[in-house]
């Protein structure tokens, strides 16, 4: 499992439009489930993708969490699925990889200091 948390500041519907084009850029990635939810002081937007990975001859999913208040979005990114094996976790390449994916592009809405 990998994972990536950060906080980040812009609009959150460009946040998640830019990262779902990073994500649906593989040729095997899938966007499989979506949530959006407005509470009056905040949204809510959780996404579920999978894909095949090459490495680990597997598919392996990633799930984003978006918590948006006021000028803030707390972003949370979790791989899984990326191993083969049936008792001990190996070869996690494959999660990474796709984690990699999208950090860049999580990176740009980062500030120093926050």
Do not use: W
């Amino acid at each position: 499992m990998a994972k990536y948390e950060a906080v980040l500041h812009g609009n959150l519907t460009s946040i998640v439009n830019d990262v779902e084009n990073a994500v649906t850029s593989s040729i095997s990635a899938t966007q499989e489930e979506a949530s959006f939810t407005d509470f009056g002081t905040g949204k809510l937007v959780i996404r579920a993708y999978e894909r095949y990975s090459y490495l680990g001859k597997n598919r392996v999913g990633l799930t984003v969490s978006y918590l948006a208040t006021n000028d803030r979005v707390y972003v949370t990114a979790i791989t899984t699925g990326g191993s083969q094996a049936m008792f001990f976790k190996i070869n996690t390449i494959g999660e990474e990889l796709f984690l990699e994916k999208i950090v860049p592009v999580l990176d740009k809405y980062k500030r120093v200091g926050y």
